[in-house]
């Protein structure tokens, strides 16, 4: 199978190409990546000589990239590229609306034009905006109502590939996802950011009373959702890849303190950011049944396991927290 993965440089997109190239000896890859300062060519450092692996440097948002990623044509693609971090989306949105939504259409036009057998987009439960409680979910047939430029976006493009099917049957599957962590994560996110400014001696930054809630899901479990999505799914479907694992964010804090030997006072409480989600919870039960996933690391193994990985990879995470980064920390930090 010929696979064209898109912002495979990036977090969950360069553990999804590790997890094929190791697991299927005869499939090829080919990364599409603008390399924005989310894309890390060092997270492929394992395959970049791997003779099935191919990296083309390039924007899903100009189609002369895409055509001239896909050439005599692929299988299939997965589009992980997109801009995905929430509080440069308040800061800055336009790239999002650039990559989220044009970058798809252009994907989504690709598959159209036969040059793609079919396609899977990568997205999120942000699109669905908050549950109140714990105990509400969000099905495949929840209502979009996102809150951020980020959540927007995402929903825009998630809204093209329904269209797409509707109106061409072009071959695409959307997914919803619950929050990632593991290996690799850029030091923006909460989990990445609290476990690397820890090994620094620095506070965590807890936005207002840490009491939203997130769903959490390990690397490894995400990989496997999509490898299953990939094989048994069904075009025109949406799954929603959740694993119930729920923690307010503050009880996240407290667990990593925990694990790394720190007390509380490396908490720092600040300012809430704008138009914050409660909470986010998905029913994962469709994924489930008719495909047969299931996750299988707990939401404490998989914080030690990259609790782990960051003490160990140091040099990953402080030449990024060394370079751009800063810019942006210092305008996040003024936003908080
Ligand atoms: P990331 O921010 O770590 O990486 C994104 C990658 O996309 C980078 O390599 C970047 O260079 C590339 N990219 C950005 N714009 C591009 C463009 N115009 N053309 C080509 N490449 C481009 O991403 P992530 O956190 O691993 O998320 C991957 C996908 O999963 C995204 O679509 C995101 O919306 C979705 N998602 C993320 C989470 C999460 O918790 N991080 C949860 C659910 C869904
Ligand atoms: O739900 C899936 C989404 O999860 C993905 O679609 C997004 O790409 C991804 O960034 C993530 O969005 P969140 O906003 O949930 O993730 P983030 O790690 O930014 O924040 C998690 C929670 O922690 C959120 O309630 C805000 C809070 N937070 C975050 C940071 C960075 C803090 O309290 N302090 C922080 O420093």
Same mark, same amino acid.
């Given at each position: 199978? /010929?696979?064209?993965i ?27 990546? /603008? ?8 997270n ?29 044509? &692929? ?19 336009k ?19 036969g ?20 105990? !509400? ?33 072009t ?64 075009m025109?479907? &949406? ?28 908490? !720092? ?31 404490? !193994? ?12 140091q ?22």
């Amino acid at each position: 199978m /010929k696979i064209l993965i898109t912002g495979g440089a990036g977090f969950m997109g360069s553990n999804f190409i590790k997890h094929i190239l190791n697991k299927y000896p005869d499939y090829q890859i080919i990364n599409l990546d /603008k390399l924005t300062y989310a894309g890390n060519l060092e997270n492929l450092k394992e395959v970049e000589n791997d003779s099935r692996y191919t990296f083309v440097k390039g924007d899903i948002a100009d189609e002369n990239d895409v055509d001239k990623a896909i050439g005599e044509g &692929v299988d299939v693609i997965i589009n992980y590229a997109a801009e995905t971090h929430v509080d440069r989306s308040i800061l800055d949105p336009k790239a999002f609306l650039e990559t989220d939504i044009l970058g798809t259409f252009n994907l989504l036009e690709a598959v159209r034009a036969g040059k793609a057998k079919k396609m899977i987009q990568i997205s999120t439960d942000e699109v669905f905006g908050m549950v109140h409680e714990m105990g !509400e979910e969000f099905t495949e047939e929840s209502r979009f109502d996102p809150s951020s430029p980020y959540s927007a976006s995402k929903a825009g493009g998630d809204h093209m590939c329904g269209a797409y099917f509707k109106t061409y049957d072009t071959p695409i599957i959307v997914t919803h996802s619950c929050n990632f962590f593991g290996p690799n994560q850029y030091p923006e996110k909460l989990i990445s950011l609290a476990i690397t400014n820890l090994l620094e001696d620095k506070k965590v930054p807890v936005y207002g009373e840490g009491n939203q809630f997130r769903e959490w899901i390990f690397t490894e479990d995400h990989c496997n959702a999509i490898d299953t999505i990939l094989h048994k799914g069904e075009m025109g479907e &949406v799954y929603n890849i959740g694993t119930r694992q729920r923690r307010k964010n503050i009880d996240v804090i407290k667990t990593l303190l925990k694990f790394m030997g720190k007390d509380e006072n490396n908490i !720092e409480k600040v300012k809430d950011r704008p138009g914050h989600d409660f909470g986010y919870a998905i029913n994962p039960d469709k994924l489930m049944g008719e495909l047969g996933w299931k996750p299988a690391v707990s939401f404490e !193994e998989g914080l030690q396991k990259t609790i782990d990985w960051y003490k160990e990879n140091q040099d990953w995470w402080k030449k990024i927290k060394s370079g751009e980064y800063k810019e942006y920390y210092a305008k996040q930090y003024k936003n908080v």
